[in-house]
Structures are given as structure tokens and as C-alpha cells.
């Protein structure tokens, strides 16, 4: 797997632009959206061993971002951090409003 690889490509099945892969190529970041809500996107992180998904955009509570996520994710090359944009405001103590913010969250 290539450094640093990523790949920008239109909405397909589900999963919009900017996947992002860890180096080992055992972790993917991207966005996906909902058929429930078209203009929201949720991010995701797939560990492709498992198959195991997790939103980073959600408290360790389960608790997930009341916003949407407005560009792509990308992943660390270890596969240890996710970072995106999001315009959410339960996701750290003291924001408000309808601003986007720069989220950086370690992975389990």
C-alpha cells in the first residue's frame, strides 16, 4: 500500500469522496451518507480485518455528534487517529452555534 494513499471519487453505494487509508492498509476513514437524512454525512472508520465500523464523530458514551461532517476524513498513517470537520455542538464542552470545527479523535 502505497504512503499516504487516498482516493476522492464521487458518491458510490452509500460512501462519498476522500477515502483515506491507514499505511498497513488494515484501516479505512470515509463518509457515508444516510438514507434517512441525504444531506447528512456520517464519518466512519472500518478496520477491514474485522470489519468493525466506528463513528468518530461520537462520544465514548455512544452519544453521537449532532452535526454533520461538511468535507472528507482523513486517517493517520498508523491507523490511530481520524480527523474531519464537523459543525456539531454536544461534541466538546462550551461550543454553540453553527460553526464548523476541526475535530481530531484517537481510535481504540
Avoid: K, W
Amino acid at each position: 500500500m502505497p504512503e499516504g494513499f487516498s482516493v476522492n471519487f464521487p458518491n458510490v453505494n452509500g460512501f462519498r469522496a476522500d477515502l483515506s487509508f491507514s499505511d498497513d492498509g488494515c484501516r479505512l476513514a470515509c463518509v457515508q451518507r444516510t438514507n434517512t437524512n441525504p444531506g447528512a454525512h456520517v464519518p466512519r472508520v472500518i478496520d477491514l480485518a474485522t470489519g468493525a465500523s466506528l463513528n468518530p464523530a461520537s462520544l465514548s458514551n455512544g452519544t453521537r455528534g449532532n452535526g454533520a461532517v461538511s468535507g472528507g476524513m482523513l486517517i493517520s498513517r498508523d491507523g490511530g487517529a481520524a480527523a474531519f470537520d464537523n459543525n456539531s455542538t454536544n461534541l466538546v464542552a462550551g461550543t454553540s452555534g453553527n460553526v464548523l470545527r476541526n475535530y481530531r479523535r484517537l481510535l481504540p
